[in-house]
């Protein structure tokens, strides 16, 4: 029987990343479990245990509760917006006969750019009396406020994410259609097989994989919004944009409620935890029913 030998060299190059976990991952997840099971007000140096009175009140809070649909509402929105236009990137760049990464580049640049610049942008562009809602009610009769409507402020945050990351995956779903034999296709034109068909029997099941991905990104990407909707409506209005990252941010340093914004941040983790396993699962079991894994 063979001796397990010490890998000391092992060890040493994986030591930055070992103490980059435990500085910036594991101590902060201990600290934020221990505040949420007090009252520290992010100020004084004195505070109290009190149990697990801040989950008790969290489950019970509006804005909590509001985080919580808003989510998924979100999730309803963007995914079906980001999956969608990145396919259709995908297939178009997929389609050309040259300068392939080049279009690639263009349209992830978006996800290059600056959450905070994007949205200060798309603010003053959609403002009640910006230039293009001043024609909206003057030429068409079309009195739309965006930021200040529950509907509209969600899909404009939505679109905003959608159009940041399209890009990204849309190459994700161009290196899927790459790997696909182009002989299959020439198989079924030789077959009569219609484009429609082509698409929906030989071109999804084979790219799977590559939707896979991008569809749990997406989902992943739902649960973690902030940047957008602090500059754009600050999760207004009535709550109708309140991530989870926004009431953490709100009860954190405008309530001066570090203990309770701890219990709200784990009970976030909780939901997204359970909620990507869950639908991972629905995604992986569609896929073998359809034999597509």
């Given amino acids: 029987m063979m001796k397990k030998r010490f890998n000391g060299?092992?060890?040493?190059?994986?030591?930055?990343?070992?103490?980059?976990g435990v500085i910036f991952f594991i101590i902060p997840l201990i600290w934020s479990f221990y505040l949420a099971l007090t009252?520290?007000?992010l100020i004084a140096p004195v505070y109290e245990f009190i149990a697990f009175d801040n989950f008790i009140e969290a489950v019970q809070n509006p804005g909590v509760q509001a985080a919580f649909f808003v989510t998924f509402k979100f999730m309803g929105a963007f995914v079906p917006m980001v999956i969608v236009s990145s396919l259709i990137v995908a297939l178009v760049v997929h389609g050309?006969?040259?300068?392939k990464g080049?279009?690639?580049?263009g349209f992830f640049l978006p996800y290059l750019a600056s959450g905070v610049v994007s949205s200060l942008i798309v603010k003053g562009l959609l403002s009640y009396n910006s230039s293009i809602n001043v024609v909206l009610r003057e030429s068409f009769g079309l009195d739309i406020d965006w930021l200040n409507s529950p509907l509209s402020a969600l899909l404009v945050v939505a679109a905003i994410?959608?159009?940041?990351?399209?890009?990204y995956y849309a190459l994700i779903l161009t290196a899927g259609f790459e790997g696909i034999n182009k002989e299959i296709y020439e198989a079924a034109a030789i077959d009569g097989v219609s484009a429609a068909q082509r698409f929906f029997r030989i071109t999804l099941p084979l790219l799977y994989p590559a939707l896979f991905t991008t569809?749990?990104?997406?989902?992943?990407?739902s649960f973690g919004i902030f940047t957008e909707v602090y500059q754009l409506t600050g999760g207004g209005p009535n709550y109708a944009t309140n991530t989870w990252q926004m009431e953490i941010f709100n009860q954190a340093f405008t309530n001066l409620n570090a203990g309770y914004a701890s219990a709200v941040a784990i009970i976030a983790s909780i939901v997204t935890f359970v909620a990507i396993i869950m639908i991972r699962k629905i995604l992986e079991a569609w896929g073998k029913r359809n034999g597509w894994v």
């Fill in 9 to 20: 060299t092992g060890w040493l190059f994986a030591s930055p990343y070992l103490f980059y």
């Fill in 39 to 41: 009252d520290w007000n």
């Fill in 96 to 99: 050309l006969p040259r300068f």
């Fill in 102 to 105: 080049l279009f690639l580049i």
């Fill in 161 to 167: 994410i959608a159009w940041k990351f399209t890009g």
């Fill in 215 to 221: 569809l749990i990104l997406s989902i992943g990407v």
